[in-house]
């Protein structure tokens, strides 16, 4: 009898691979230990590590944070948000022998005795595993001096040393580039390169890892990524959300430019891009990300006229119910000018890209929440398939629409490829079609969020998906003429304004003009 192999009709999430495991024990300290990220996100993913047997064999979390709780409050307030929060439908029980590995640390950031206290309470190995990783979830106003406490407390090592230490910075880094510059000289004064671990949360998500594997793992479509066929690139990241649970305090000082663009925008445009590395070490690929951003035309006075726009949400309805204008949220001064939508138009002037538009958008109170990049390709050199269809007295004209690669990041995850067939009939008579990839129908399980895999990533020491400061300032190079041109307050920039729940103000699909296509609102 010939041999019978058991073969799983299609790959999944649990898969043959053996799975990536954190070897080195460690202990995490999370500055903003009773924030939001922490609850909702830091630590969950580090409950769904441990539960899928990554985590280390000995580790154990710090939240340092300034409210008064004991081990016990504190443990059994998190355990709650993490069962809440949890990806992986763990029990109570596997909760509450989680929480057992977390301490609580009450402490001020201003304080050097803090920073002296917590050195000593870690200096206890029996308890504290001596590899660190530092976790700045805290106001950007605290990641160079936090630094220079972990420093001066000697709570970080200087590389190499016996046990290692890695600080991890959260968004956003830096609100301009001289002010990114100024903080990674502070940082870069004290510590590595190799130890910073710059977030930018886009780059764990599963999705977004894919266009690599996409691209480099496929032979059929980088041929014609490039100039020679792309008709444009768009990258939208719509969301629904507005200015809920105080964001506004925040959102207004930054605006969807800094908050999104500079960072998430710009990553997933690098990676649709990017040229071929040269292998998979983290530096192989950030120096193709860097080149990418460094080859994009930064904005003159005229590009930022005709080329960005911006704009903000008025008072309107949402599902039926009525949502604030954006000056009337929360912790948002009524006299508010900051954007909460915006759409730019960029070139990436390199051999590849040259003269290829490269359209990027995302706003609050959108129409719906899509992160998604589509590449367009040209129209066919010749209409063969021009018709003219005609119902009664209303006439149509039919012709081979171009062929769209989407990569749909968010939500509703998967790839898609438009393309024109015949419809069938007597007619010469063509339409658009759709092959469709979607991870639910393909992979088991749900996906790893992006947290789990950038916290898994800064305990293996791998930096391949997080930012390295020339990356941060590159992108900053790009935005900064924009951000001088909005302060002027020229009249020929004005803000526009969108009604809630729609794709965005009129002005932003002017800058199509004289381009074969609009923005994909799916
Ligand atoms: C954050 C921004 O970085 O990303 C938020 O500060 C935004 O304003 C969020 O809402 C969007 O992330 P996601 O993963 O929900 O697309």
Redesign the pocket.
Known sequence: MSPVLNIQPHSSVNSKIPDLAIEDSQTVVIFGGTGDLTRRKLLPALFAMSEENRMPEAFRIIAFGRREYTQESFREEMADEIFKFQRVDGSKQDVNAFVQHLDYFKGSLDEMESFEALHKQMSDSSVYPQNRVFYLSTAPVFFGPVTEKLKGSGLVYNAPDEYWSRVVIE?PFGRDLESASALNQDILKLLDESQVYRID??LG?ETVQNILSFRFANTIFEPVFNSQFVDHIQVT?S?T?GMESGRGAY?DTAGSLR??MQ??LCQLLCLVTMEPPSGFASDAIRNEKVKVLQSIRVPALDDVRENMIRAQYAAGQMNGENVHAYVNEDRVPGDSRTETYVAAKFYIDNWRWSGVPMYLRTGKRMARKQ?SITVQFKKPPMELFRTVECEHDVCDLTEAQPNMLTFRI?PDEGISLHFATKRPSMHMVVEDSELDFKYADHFRGTLPE?YERLLMDVMRGDATLFMRSDEVEAAWTIMDPVLRAWKERDSRIPLHFYAPGTWGPIAADELFEGVNGDWMNT
Do not use: C, I, R
């Open positions: 968004k949360h886009y998500k990241a969301e959300v959102f908050d999104m960072n998430h992160t968010q992006a």
